[in-house]
């Protein structure tokens, strides 16, 4: 199994700060094909949980530039540059390599 | 445009089985494993189990395995998840998923209450 660790666990931001999250793999994520199976997804309040980044970097369609995704191999980071209200939720990353596919999730906050 | 589109809320007596369906359209069915995940009240997200609808394999989360099934109708491009000898702690919101880079989209979820 491949187990995602996610830090932190609670993250509170006063708003228009930056804010990151880390995500570190137990395998690394890296596929033979080259590409780098690992996505960025957040769950809203009373929401299903929505894509925001996938393969490491790439932002989803309508997701805004302040935020972004990198790493490699088996640490990644989600990267907020000003946290809005709206931005309140739990951000998970997840993985379709194996199974359990997703990461204990880092709840979001506005101080 | 991909979506799931879940079957409606269950209210179920502890010991009987629940079985909820996916249906999704706007992609290939058999390309794709889908997952099933759910959440308890106020709780993170919990992986159930996946299959692959291409060639029927599933996988189970380890304390779900004996009373799960997931199985995948490709003539409808529907799943569906049945739990059997339910629980109190089997309440939750119980959810489809595509977890696949770009296309990445979740059903809107099933409510699954387990009350005698």
């Known amino acids: 199994d491949i187990v995602l660790t996610q830090s932190p666990l609670s993250l509170p931001v006063i708003p228009g700060e930056p804010a990151s999250i880390s995500c570190r793999s137990s395998?690394?994520?890296?596929?033979?094909?080259?590409?780098?199976?690992l996505d960025w997804y957040v769950q809203k309040p009373g929401q299903s949980p929505q894509l925001l980044i996938y393969l490491v970097s790439n932002r989803a369609s309508g997701v805004p530039d302040r935020f972004s995704g990198g790493g490699s191999g088996t640490d990644f980071t989600l990267k907020i540059s000003r946290v809005e209200a709206d931005d309140v939720g739990v951000y998970y990353c997840m993985q379709p390599l194996q199974s359990p596919p997703f990461g204990q999730g880092t709840r979001l906050e506005i101080k | 445009e991909i979506q799931l589109r879940q079957s409606g809320a269950e209210v179920k007596q502890p010991g009987t089985a629940v079985r909820l369906s996916c249906s999704i359209s706007g992609y290939t069915f058999t390309d794709f494993y889908l997952y099933w995940v759910r959440q308890a009240p106020g709780q993170g997200l919990q992986w159930v189990g996946l299959?692959?609808?291409?060639?029927?394999?599933?996988f189970y989360a380890q304390n779900l395995r004996g009373r799960v099934t997931i199985t995948a109708d490709t003539s409808t491009d529907t799943s569906y998840m049945e739990l059997s000898d339910l629980t109190v702690e089997d309440t939750a919101l119980y959810f489809c998923?595509?977890?696949?880079?770009?296309?990445?989209?979740w059903g809107q979820g099933t409510q699954v209450t387990v009350s005698s």
């Open positions: 998923a595509l977890i696949a880079g770009v296309r990445g989209t």
């Open positions: 299959i692959d609808p291409e060639n029927g394999e599933s």
């Open positions: 395998q690394s994520l890296r596929h033979t094909n080259g590409y780098t199976y």
